[in-house]
Antibody, heavy 112, light 110 residues
Framework: QVQLQESGPGLVKPSETLSLTCTVS????????WSWIRQRPGKGLEWVGY???????NYNPSLKSRVTISADTSKNQFSLKLTSVTAADTAVYYC??????WGRGTLVTVSS | EIVLTQSPATLSVSAGESLTLSCRAS??????LHWLQQKPGQAPRLLIY???TRATGIPARFSASGSGTEFTLNISSLQSEDFAVYYC????????????FGQGTKVESK
């Protein structure tokens, strides 16, 4: 059974870079598209972006200038980097392979 | 970008009642429409995929239908564990086009 687990700092200072990693266990990241989705407090689900394991990516236009998603097939992981964060980036970040496979999510708070 | 609009925003119901949730797409998504359930503090869980097929382990009281731009999720005889937020999600033309989520319908206890 494939499982996803997010990891990374829970607190990031404004203007710095948010970095998260998703570890895929029970299966390979090869031959699939993998996504990051976020949920601001009390709000709905927002697609951040996705990548194909080989490296092709697609990002939410509203975040495109600040987002990078990459994969490390040797570690069976994929990662999210979001630069120049503000309080508006405070959210639970999920790694996922929608619609059926989701990590548990990790809360990232942007605060000084 | 395909916009999904869910209605109503909130439903106040009692356990045992039946209800219908709606999801409307701004353009046709065929049957590439899925329904997710999210409880507080939990990740979304897939209920229905391909507009009408229940995911593994989902009780038969959950049913869904629709195609094109109009979709519904029905819950018959609501159980206490069904109080949650329900999202529709589309992935028509994915990965050429991004997928999107509705804003959610909260099913709360009356």
């Amino acid at each position: 059974q494939v499982q996803l687990q997010e990891s990374g700092p829970g607190l990031v200072k404004p203007s710095e870079t948010l970095s998260l990693t998703c570890t895929v266990s029970g299966g390979s990241i090869s031959n699939y598209y993998w996504s990051w989705i976020r949920q601001r407090p009390g709000k709905g689900l927002e697609w951040v972006g996705y990548l194909y394991y080989s490296g092709n990516t697609n990002y939410n236009p509203s975040l495109k200038s600040r987002v990078t998603i990459s994969a490390d097939t040797s570690k069976n992981q994929f990662s999210l980097k979001l630069t120049s964060v503000t309080a508006a980036d405070t959210a639970v970040y999920y790694c996922a392979r929608p619609p059926d496979l989701w990590g548990r999510g990790t809360l990232v708070t942007v605060s000084s | 970008e395909i916009v999904l609009t869910q209605s109503p925003a909130t439903l106040s119901v009692s356990a045992g009642e039946s209800l219908t949730l709606s999801c409307r797409a701004s353009q046709s998504v065929g049957r590439a429409l899925h329904w997710l359930q999210q409880k507080p503090g939990q990740a979304p869980r897939l209920l229905i995929y391909g507009a009408s097929t229940r995911a593994t382990g989902i009780p038969a009281r959950f049913s869904a239908s629709g195609s094109g731009t109009e979709f519904t999720l029905n819950i018959s005889s609501l159980q206490s564990e069904d109080f949650a937020v329900y999202y529709c999600q589309q992935d028509n033309d994915w990965p050429l086009s991004a997928y999107s989520f509705g804003q959610g319908t909260k099913v709360e206890s009356k």
